[in-house]
């Protein structure tokens, strides 16, 4: 059983939508972190929400934290081809576990 | 600030050998981590090193080990390899345990 689940697993749209994609699971965390990894590359950080209930905005994507800090979501404004990558989450729940990583969200923005 | 550096990018091996891959964390992280990323099980945390010593530990065989040394450079071993450990290997650093990471481009590892 995944920690934390991503959904959808796979998104490809046109340039211009907007689109959200969502990381859930039932344990809390400390603070979840979003990353985005595209080809032959590590993940790059986006952001990291520690309270529950935060928005964050980062030009055109929206992050926020459930209110019960167990979900996350990332909604993208506009979409542009550029925001094509593997989106990640990661909670951190303190302990010996490390960081849990979502499968990740495939997004294609199609010109 | 120089990114994190990860050395070889690509390694193929057999099946029964060993191998080793390093990580050069970004001036100032003390804390490095080891992830596995593969197609079916996305990214798996394998192990922290904080200080030189291992903090947190995921799910894996002992086959997998790793150290870290003063300069917070890291190493991370897998000794008699399977054909299931091929992957993306990469490793990360940060400031502090399960704080923001900072990857690496990965070692691509094939095993045959």
């Known amino acids: 059983t995944q920690l934390l689940e991503q959904s959808p697993q796979f998104l490809s749209i046109q340039e211009g939508e907007n689109l959200t994609v969502y990381c859930n699971s039932s344990?809390?965390?400390?603070?979840l972190q979003w990353y985005r990894q595209e080809p032959g590359e590590g993940p790059v950080l986006l952001v990291t929400?520690?309270?529950?209930?935060e928005v964050k905005k980062l030009k055109r994507l929206t992050f926020q934290f459930g209110d019960a800090r167990k979900d996350s979501s990332l909604h993208i404004t506009a979409a542009q081809p550029g925001d094509t990558g593997l989106y990640l989450c990661?909670?951190?729940?303190?302990?010996?576990?490390?960081?849990?990583f979502g499968k990740g969200t495939h997004l294609i923005i199609q010109p | 600030k120089a990114g994190v550096t990860q050395t070889p990018r690509y390694l193929i091996k057999t099946r029964g050998q060993q191998v080793t891959l390093s990580c050069s964390p970004i001036?100032?992280?003390?804390?490095v981590s080891w992830y596995q990323q593969t197609p079916g099980q996305g990214l798996q945390f394998l192990f922290e090193y904080f200080s030189e010593t291992q903090r947190n530990k995921g799910n894996f065989p002992g086959r997998f080990s790793g150290r870290q040394f003063s300069n917070s450079r890291s190493e991370m071993n897998v000794s008699t390899l399977e054909l299931g450990d091929s992957a993306l290997y990469l490793c990360?650093?940060?400031?502090?345990?399960?704080?923001?990471?900072?990857f690496g481009p990965g070692t691509r590892l094939t095993v045959t």
């Open positions: 990360a650093s940060s400031l502090m345990t399960q704080y923001e990471q900072y």
């Open positions: 990661a909670g951190a729940r303190g302990g010996a576990d490390g960081l849990t």
């Open positions: 929400v520690v309270t529950g209930g």
């Open positions: 001036s100032g992280h003390r804390s």
């Open positions: 344990s809390v965390f400390s603070s």
